[in-house]
Structure formats: C-alpha cells, structure tokens
C-alpha cells in the first residue's frame, strides 16, 4: 500500500450506532488530520495530530472522537451521530513542520447517517 | 488571518479551449499557496503548489499557476482543456499562525468539459 488509505470507503449506519473510521498513511509523515467535506460547503478541518498529539479539536461535537495511537494511523471514533453529519470525511497526512509542506489526503469515507 | 476566495463556483469549457480557474488570496505574511483538484468519488490531490520561490509554477498534467503579489492573485491555467479535466478544484494558502501546518480552502470550482 502507498500513500493514505481509509477504510471503510463507505459506512451507513443508524443514530444509534457505534462505528469507527480508519486511517493509515505509508509516507513517513507524523502529522495527520481529519477533515469532513459536506456538500455545498468548505471542507471543514476538524482535528489535527503532530507526533501523536493532539494540536488542533475546531470545534466538533464529541459524539465525534479521535485517536492516534501512533504517527501512521488515525481513527475517528463516532457515536450517536446525527443526519447533518453525514458527509465525505477525508484523511490527510503531512510533515510536522514550519515548512509549507503539501498535505496527502485519503481517499475519503463517504458516511450517510440513517 | 489567511483566506482564499475563488471567483467563479462553475467553470464551462469546451474540450481542446484554455482553462482559467480564478483564485484570490489574504495574507499577512508571504504566503505559501496550493492548487488542489478532486475527481468524483475520490480524494484530494495535489496539482501544483508555490512557496516562494519562481513566481510561475508548473503543475501535473498541463496545468500552471502564476502567483502575482501586486494582484494577490494565483489563477490556474491550461492552455487545452481534456474530458478528464473535469472536477473540482480547490485553492488553497497555508497557515502557520498557529504553529503548525494548517491549510485553508476556498469553496472549490467545479470545472465542466464539454466535447
């Protein structure tokens, strides 16, 4: 595998639901970020990991939670979502440095919340 | 604060004519700028980025990007449009101010090719 993988590349699931979505990236990178994209809007950061800590939570709700167990993989942990939270969330991978270093992003996961 | 505004939502070309997508920036510092492009059902990716260096900068798959200080402007280019060109396109400026890489989209320009 190269670059930044997701998985499930789609989810539908109930309110009620408990899931988790799952990302990997094989580029040496130790940034990551989370990033939902919803129709007709900006893609909307949403959290960000530098060396497996936690640099950036813009506001999200917490039925929406992440994890970074180590600098290749992020989850992102959701638990009674809502409809308006369906979206294509996106996950991206870059060094973590002061440069202006070009993110990689994932292929997304297409989530619909029934 | 950076920002990034992109001028037309919809962009229509016929196949084989150029392709201007605009794209204008807010910086307080020099700003290091990205052009990103995203096909149907798939993620983002890179086509061309500027951090300071050559003011023209050339991309994947024909396209280029000017970056024009005076103008705070970075257009995106290419002088023949493909089918396959069709998608959206997202201009992008990277923030630093909070200590780390973080980049800032415009709304994106959904690009149509026509035979």
Request: aromatic share 10%.
């Amino acid at each position: 595998e190269t670059g930044v993988t997701q998985t499930p590349r789609h989810l539908v699931m109930g309110m009620t639901n408990k899931k988790s979505l799952k990302c990997e990236q094989h580029l040496g990178h130790n940034a990551m970020y989370w990033y939902k994209q919803s129709a007709k809007k900006p893609l909307e950061l949403m959290f960000v990991y530098n060396f497996k800590e936690q640099t950036e939570n813009n506001s999200v709700p917490s039925r929406f939670s992440p994890e970074c167990p180590n600098s290749s993989h992020l989850f992102l942990h959701l638990h009674t979502l809502q409809p308006e939270d369906s979206a294509l969330y996106l996950c991206a991978s870059s060094q973590a440095t002061l440069n202006y270093n070009e993110q990689f992003f994932g292929p997304g996961t297409r989530l619909t919340v029934l | 604060a950076q920002s990034v505004t992109q001028l037309d939502s919809h962009v229509s070309v016929s196949e084989g004519t150029p392709v201007l997508l605009r794209c204008n920036y807010s910086s307080s510092y020099s700003p290091s700028l990205f052009w990103y492009v995203q096909h149907p059902n798939k993620g983002l990716q890179l086509l061309l980025k500027y951090t300071s260096a050559a003011t023209l900068v050339k991309g994947i798959n024909g396209f280029e990007a000017e970056f024009k200080k005076s103008e705070t402007s970075f257009h995106l280019t290419k002088p023949s449009a493909h089918m396959s060109d069709a998608a959206e396109y997202f201009c992008v400026v990277s923030d630093l101010s909070g200590g780390y890489n973080k980049l800032i989209f415009g709304a994106g320009t959904r690009l149509a090719v026509h035979p």
